[in-house]
């Protein structure tokens, strides 16, 4: 009905619709995000580590926000071992939803006292940020860094000293979030012309492509995903625990990189060509969706983000998962669902392999109906033997940032003696 409207509809009304449309439409991204902050001289003598993210809130107190939270906490319990640290976190961007608590909850875990945390909530246009001679700076996204850029000049500048590197959380290639646009070359413009750049990349693969599309880090500091600690306890269950004919999707329809479409086609492919498909629940775990009807009859049942103890039981009692992901970074989920004895689909990326990293996962190189279809058909074939329980060694490792060591000393090597 959609496409018979915009066939017919009248030239002067398809430019009206239009014209609405446009006036409706959010401004681009980087006409919100990018700031222009006032520098402060700062004259305390005390070195400190800020971090300059966005926001801290219930919604976004996940992933990526917790893993750079977390990776900053341990940097500074590290730092602070042998010299007088000061810590701040400043909020670019806050809101009605902002919850500072969120970051001292994490620096307690790494022995941080809530008083000794510092959390500078900038006002919406101009502001302005103090600044040390030796402050180190890390920015958790691209139009952070670009951001602080004039600051770390301007510090240089005024202090009479060598320019400090940026560090850089970098936990996915960001320009791809934004294709062929004004924000995805200012993306890529963090990485290349911010001066000085440390990056702290989440996954050799993900460092592998940062340079294969020709960025170069000054320093580049690499670690590979490691299992949460909340689905840690469960990993000993995994051999012995009853399975039902279930496959378990990581469905984020409103996320285009994990590729919801091709996933509702390839389930369908599976269904209309294999026999074996009647009896078999199929649920998504991810974001909230309603039901999607696929091929005879078959649904897919939304459970919406699952608490980790939920989702851990979730897995211990399915049989095979689908996690697509169009990107270089592994994505946690295929990694989750292979070391549960799931039977796991995924697909490949550039380098990205991960068939290559645990014998539970199926990386396919194309996410076509067919080969995705037949990949599903072939998991739940092999579902039906006994469950498969394998390690590997980075994901279940005791030490989630084993770069940390070099990272302080380098840290420390930019502070006057």
């Not at 990293?357 to 074939?381: D, E, F, M, T």
Request: hydrophobic residues 45%.
């Amino acid at each position: 009905m959609r496409a018979f409207i915009k066939r017919h509809m009248p030239t002067s009304l398809r430019n009206m619709v239009i014209g609405a449309r446009q006036r409706l439409a959010p401004p681009p991204i980087d006409d919100v995000v990018l700031a222009d902050y006032g520098f402060v001289a700062d004259p305390s003598p005390v070195p400190r580590l800020s971090l300059v993210i966005p926001n801290l809130s219930k919604a976004t107190a996940f992933g990526g926000v917790m893993t750079g939270l977390d990776i900053f906490f341990a940097l500074a319990a590290r730092l602070r071992q042998t010299t007088a640290f000061d810590l701040r976190i400043v909020l670019s961007e806050p809101g009605r939803d902002t919850d500072s608590a969120i970051a001292t909850r994490v620096a307690v875990r790494h022995g941080i006292g809530l008083e000794e945390v510092t959390v500078e909530l900038l006002e919406p246009g101009k502001a302005s940020l103090g600044v040390r001679a030796a402050d180190i700076v890390v920015a958790y996204n691209w139009w952070c860094a670009l951001n602080v850029r004039p600051l770390l000049e301007a510090q240089a500048s005024h202090f009479r000293q060598e320019r400090l590197p940026l560090l850089y959380l970098i936990q996915e290639y960001e320009p791809n979030f934004y294709p062929f646009s004004t924000a995805h070359m200012l993306a890529r413009e963090a990485y290349d012309r911010v001066g000085r750049l440390w990056g702290i990349f989440n996954s050799s693969n993900l460092h592998l492509w940062f340079e294969a599309v020709g960025h170069r880090a000054e320093r580049s500091f690499v670690f590979e995903p490691v299992v949460n600690d909340a689905l840690r306890p469960y990993l000993s269950q995994v051999a012995d625990h009853p399975r039902a004919r279930r496959i378990v999707v990581y469905g984020r329809p409103n996320i285009e990189r994990n590729c919801f479409g091709a996933l509702v086609r390839g389930l369908n492919t599976w269904i209309e060509q294999d026999q074996d498909h009647a009896g078999w629940e199929i649920v998504s775990a991810g974001t909230p969706h309603a039901p999607v009807q696929l091929a005879n009859g078959q649904t897919i049942r939304s459970l919406g983000k699952l608490p980790l103890d939920d989702y851990a039981r979730l897995m211990l009692t399915s049989s095979v998962g689908i996690s697509l992901m169009a990107s270089p970074h592994p994505s946690y989920p295929p990694l989750e669902m292979a070391h549960f004895g799931l039977r796991t689909v995924t697909n490949g990326y550039f380098a990205k392999d991960l068939s290559a990293w645990h014998p539970n996962i199926v990386s396919i190189n194309a996410i076509s109906a067919q080969a995705l279809g037949q990949a599903i058909g072939k998991a739940c074939a092999q579902s039906a033997g006994p469950v498969l329980v394998a390690e590997n060694a980075d994901f279940v490792r005791s030490d989630p940032y084993p770069f940390l060591p070099e990272l302080t000393a380098a840290i420390k090597g930019l502070l006057p003696a």
